[in-house]
């Protein structure tokens, strides 16, 4: 166990709908990471927070938006919802944000939509 | 742009035999260097990591990479495989860019079969 925790572990929902996936980092750790999994992109970074502002920020579409709030927990909401944003979904947390510091990651979301 | 190239999509080994999977970075300076592994329905969990000083680093389950600069690259190995070691292995290097992000660069991972 990681100590991360994202919720739900699996969401089916329907083309153009709206989602929100939450994280909650490990106890202490300040930084909090998205990243996608599909089988044709492969893992690929979304956004990053760190002490809740955004720090970094990858290929996150438009649609696709993320906060980190005062107790450090992050949601990732994913609008107008296409078949090709089925995907697992992870978040991961390091203590500090900076280059080289070890993500601990949570089992993902996965998401399919239908 | 900062790549990661894992060769080998699938490996397959005979339990017991030894292991190694491959990992080619694209970077000029020495980079942060990762391994992953992610078991059926699970997050990824850090084998081993290499930032500087020894070139062969020891990680957990028996793992161990080796980084050589001259080929730019940072092998996976384990002496002799055991059953649970079937997963996907990702190989990743820490992003360097204007900002100091933890943001990580993965490759396309290789999936490790197991053979009684």
């Known amino acids: 166990d990681s100590g991360v925790t994202q919720t739900p572990k699996h969401l089916i929902t329907a083309t153009g709908q709206r989602v929100t996936l939450r994280c909650s980092p490990r106890?202490?750790?300040?930084?909090v990471y998205w990243y996608q999994q599909s089988l044709d992109q492969g893992l690929q970074f979304l956004i990053q927070?760190?002490?809740?502002?955004?720090?970094a920020k990858g290929n996150i579409l438009e649609r696709f938006s993320a906060q980190q709030f005062p107790d450090l927990h992050s949601e990732l909401n994913l609008s107008s919802l296409e078949l090709g944003d089925s995907a697992l979904y992870f978040c991961?947390?390091?203590?500090?944000?900076?280059?080289?510091?070890?993500?601990?990651f949570g089992q993902g979301t996965r998401l399919t939509v239908v | 742009a900062q790549s990661v190239t894992q060769p080998d999509i699938h490996i397959t080994v005979s339990e017991g035999a030894s292991l190694e999977l491959r990992c080619n970075y694209s970077?000029?300076?020495?980079?942060?260097l990762f391994w992953y592994v992610q078991s059926p329905g699970q997050g990824l969990q850090l084998l081993l990591k290499?930032?500087?000083?020894?070139?062969l680093v020891q990680g957990i389950k028996g793992f161990e990479a080796e980084f050589k600069r001259s080929q730019s690259s940072f092998n996976l190995r384990k002496p002799s495989v055991h059953w649970s070691d079937a997963a996907e292995y990702f190989c990743?290097?820490?992003?360097?860019?204007?900002?100091?992000?933890?943001?990580?660069?993965f490759g396309q991972g290789t999936t490790l079969q197991v053979k009684p």
């Open positions: 991961a947390s390091s203590p500090q944000g900076n280059r080289g510091t070890e993500a601990f």
């Open positions: 106890s202490g750790d300040l930084s």
């Open positions: 927070y760190y002490n809740g502002e955004e720090r």
């Open positions: 970077y000029g300076a020495t980079p942060y």
């Open positions: 290499y930032f500087s000083g020894d070139t």
């Open positions: 990743a290097v820490g992003a360097t860019g204007s900002s100091n992000t933890g943001k990580l660069i």
